[in-house]
């Protein structure tokens, strides 16, 4: 192995790093927050990168159809139970949120379709169609069992993988797709080869990293949403709710999801179900950290990053395997130490 | 004068164990009612159901409506706040950020600046201004009772219930905090007072409970409880005078 192969290897491990630790944060604050091992996460990403490339070869993708008919059954559901207390002082918010909103993305997207080359108009489409999700999510399958077991949580989350691979399936086909979103050129330094694709990944990934870090310091919601991770009956007490906290959490789990799916679809081709597999990679980033500490999660993140790289140049085809079994020995080392990843059974 | 609040019958069961047995207990407008009793009484459990944080049967009124339904959030919005037993503070958190969420159920129906309350607690609380930018989880026993009543003055409670807030502490903390209360009523927040300290909170209160066994065994005017030599042997600790 040359120095030109090492660094150009290093590159692909930073890029694809970035990215697992963008993906472990969405996980961490979704698990803290609501006690939810979000396997769906993954789902974001495959419908993002492909809502994306549908646009850009001229269609609205299905993803849309499906925008407007879960925001209905939200619709329905809330307003119904608005109905039975007799309080209608948040129907305008349901119906801005769950009709109106889905109805103006279709809109753009069906514009949108017939501008081909209007990158950011497609951007922002597809963030218009992934984000709503996270919290349409929550309030179908989580909020109902929000005292359930993480155990049953888990098992919601598996369900929910295995309806939307399935819809994602039936959205986009079978086949593979790619976007293009920054142009693609490249430049050298010294021996490397750099493309702006993955600058452009890299820069991305660390704005929205110091984003989420000012929103979690700084804000009064991104404070409630630590408090509530570090003690859900003292945010009780103050107010802050579990429908607030856990549909705010998916909705930053939804834009953490559809950022990183615009952001690879121009490096990975995308089937339906590839997002999964690469949140599983956040996934182990995340378990490095022991689900609650984002600094160590991220260093976990970029390590995956590097034994992907690595592995895939010496023993491709174990590439996967080398990855997952990472788990078993971090799990080991974790539950040497004190172990954080307890179930909160006392309430 | 009229309730702030009025509980009928509330009954809590832990499993299949029933800690409470049908409890009443009126809070007027204005007043401070306290609710003494031994360990395992069932205290705790009471202000736990009546805040929603555990399920009842039995009715609980509060300004007027039935609330035995509605969650933990609702009711802190409609005026209702718990400083339970175990204070629940956000311990990875600065002082002042625990009392900015405080407040985060004003915030979130859209009251605006909340620097001027917060500058209020500190000059109820000194202590809490030095400590202002350090961990919750760092502050000393006293400190963090003190943390714990601010944070829940900031979200301006028309009735406050208070789980022991002198457990643990020096004798003079405890007068402070005691004054704390009783500054409070002035200003016309009804308070609800769960104490082990029961000379104390007879002395603050308006109105007392004897809580036993998850059943209300005794009740009377505050002054009349203190006479009672039942109460007095029991919870003053004067062996003499039920002689
Ligand atoms: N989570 C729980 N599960 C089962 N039983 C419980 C639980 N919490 C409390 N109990 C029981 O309910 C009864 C009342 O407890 P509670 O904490 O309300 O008493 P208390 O009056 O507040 O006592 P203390 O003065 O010691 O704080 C006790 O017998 C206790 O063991
Ligand atoms: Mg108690």
């Known amino acids: 192995m040359n120095l030109s192969l090492a660094l150009w290897l290093t590159q692909d491990a930073v890029v694809n790093g970035a990215v697992y630790a963008l993906l472990a944060l969405a996980l961490i604050v979704v698990y803290t927050v609501t006690r939810v091992i979000f396997v769906p996460q993954g789902e974001f990403i495959s419908f993002a990168a492909l809502s994306l490339a549908t646009l850009q070869n001229g269609k609205v993708p299905g993803t849309v159809h499906l925008l407007i008919a879960t925001g209905l059954v939200v619709a329905v559901l809330d307003g119904w139970r608005m109905a039975k207390t007799r309080d209608f002082s948040r129907l305008p918010r349901l119906v801005l949120f769950n009709i109106a909103l889905p109805l103006a993305v279709a809109a753009l997207a069906w514009w949108s379709a017939s501008r081909p080359t209007d990158v950011w108009l497609q951007v922002l489409v597809t963030l218009g169609i992934v984000i709503p999700f996270g919290s349409m999510i929550y309030r179908l399958a989580y909020q109902p069992l929000a005292s359930a077991s993480i155990l049953v949580l888990l098992i919601v989350s598996v369900a929910v993988h295995y309806m939307m691979v399935g819809l994602g399936l039936v959205f986009f086909g079978g086949e593979g797709l790619r976007a293009s979103i920054f142009p693609g050129f490249n430049f050298d330094v010294g021996i490397l080869t750099i493309s702006l694709q993955s600058i452009g990944i890299v820069l991305s990934s660390v704005v929205l990293m110091v984003v989420l870090w000012l929103y979690f310091g700084y804000t009064v919601y ?25 549909k705010l959490s998916f909705t930053l789990a939804a834009l953490i999801g559809a950022i990183s799916g615009i952001l690879i679809a121009p490096i990975t081709t995308v089937y339906y179900d590839t997002g999964f597999l690469i949140a599983l990679k956040g996934f182990v980033g995340a378990i490095i950290g022991g689900m609650g500490s984002y600094p160590i999660a991220a260093v976990g993140s970029l390590l995956v990053g590097f034994l992907e790289s690595y592995s895939s140049f ?24 004190k172990h954080r990843i307890e179930e909160e059974e006392e309430e | 004068m009229s309730a702030t609040l009025e509980v009928e019958k509330l009954a809590v069961s832990y499993d299949k164990v029933e800690a409470l047995h049908g409890a009443s207990l009126r809070v007027d407008k204005g007043s401070i009612v306290t609710v003494i009793g031994p360990n395992g009484a069932g205290k705790t459990t009471m202000l736990a159901a009546m805040m929603g944080l555990l399920p009842s049967r039995g009715a609980i009124v509060y300004g007027g409506r039935d609330i035995s339904m509605m969650p933990v959030e609702a009711r802190v919005d409609e005026g209702l706040c718990l400083v339970p037993e175990r204070r629940e503070l956000f311990s990875e958190m600065s002082v002042e950020d625990n009392l900015l969420l405080g407040a985060f159920s004003r915030i979130r129906r859209g009251a605006g600046k909340i620097d001027g309350d917060i ?16 961990l ?44 704390v209360i009783a500054s409070l009523r002035s200003s016309g927040v009804s308070i609800l007072l769960v104490e082990q300290n029961a000379r104390a909170a007879l002395q603050v209160a308006d109105y007392g409970y004897v809580l036993e066994l998850g059943e209300v065994v005794l009740e009377g005017p505050a002054a009349s409880l203190v006479t009672n030599p039942r109460v007095a042997e029991t919870y003053l600790g004067l062996a003499g005078a039920a002689d």
Do not use: C
Not at chain 1, 227 to 241: F, K
Not at chain 2, 124 to 134: G, I, M, N, S, W
């Open chain 2, 136 to 179: 919750a989880g760092t502050l000393s026993g006293g400190e963090r009772q003190m943390l714990a009543l601010g944070r829940a003055l900031m979200a301006k409670p028309q009735l406050l219930m208070l789980d022991e807030p002198s457990l643990g502490l020096a004798p003079r903390i405890v007068r402070d905090i005691f004054h």
């Open chain 1, 314 to 337: 010496w023993a491709s085809s174990f590439k996967e395997s080398i990855i997952f079994t990472l788990i078993i020995p971090v799990l080991l080392w974790r539950s040497l130490g």
């Open chain 2, 119 to 134: 500058e209020e607690i500190f000059t109820r609380f000194p202590r809490l201004k030095e400590r202002r930018r350090q």
């Open chain 1, 222 to 246: 991104g404070k409630a949403l630590r408090a509530t991770a570090m003690n859900r009956i003292g945010s009780r007490l103050v107010g802050i709710s579990t429908e607030f906290s856990g």
